[in-house]
């Protein structure tokens, strides 16, 4: 298995498969309540064989190109991860996303791999445009989205329904020229 540093402090990035099933949940466990203030995962994940399911269908994502799942460990251990909930190469479009357990919020992790997946999709798959939707609520995933150079193009006000609450979703986004224009030189 390949692992893409996110830098000095030996952070990292690597693929999540249905084989890591066990670590995953554990993982979600650590961090079940405040993931689960605006991500949906700690009601998907909540045993082994959903752990297993969500996995295999990120599997099938990937298999498909219609998205992917990478983990984020820092010191060894799953901490985190960015995704893309949603890839379409012919359409030229993808959604990114994440999450962290609270132990490695603050590190700079989720901007750090949401980079290389950006870079990723944009350079090697042809994706035109990335957008990130995040709870009007998500402070800091809203920053994270700064921190990347995204626009925000919208509200969609009530759109989401999470929890038996309506919640406002914004719509930020990256294109391809902007990315480029903005990325540090190697």
């Not at 993931?35 to 298999?63: C, M, W």
């Not at 969609?156 to 914004?170: I, P, V």
Request: with cysteine; charged share 30%; net charge negative.
């Amino acid at each position: 298995m390949y692992a893409i540093s996110l830098g000095d402090d030996g952070a990292e990035l690597r693929p999540l498969e249905p084989w890591q099933a066990e670590e995953f949940l554990a993982h979600v466990d650590r961090g079940r309540e405040f993931i689960g203030q605006h991500n949906a995962l700690p009601d998907i994940v909540t045993d082994l064989g959903s752990s297993r399911a969500f996995l295999q269908a990120y599997a099938e994502k990937a298999a498909s190109d219609a998205g992917r799942l990478y983990g984020i460990r820092a010191d060894g251990r799953l901490v985190g991860a960015v995704l893309f909930r949603k890839m379409d190469v012919e359409q030229g479009a993808a959604e990114a996303g994440c999450w962290l357990e609270p132990a490695a919020v603050g590190r700079g992790l989720v901007t750090r791999a949401a980079r290389v997946i950006i870079d990723w999709a944009v350079e090697e798959r042809g994706i035109h445009r990335v957008e990130w939707w995040v709870s009007s609520a998500n402070e800091p995933s809203i920053a994270v989205a700064r921190r990347l150079g995204m626009t925000k193009d919208g509200v969609l006000r009530e759109s989401y329904l999470y929890r038996g609450k309506r919640h406002d979703e914004e719509i930020w986004s990256v294109l391809a020229p902007d990315w480029r224009a903005g990325r540090p030189a190697s």
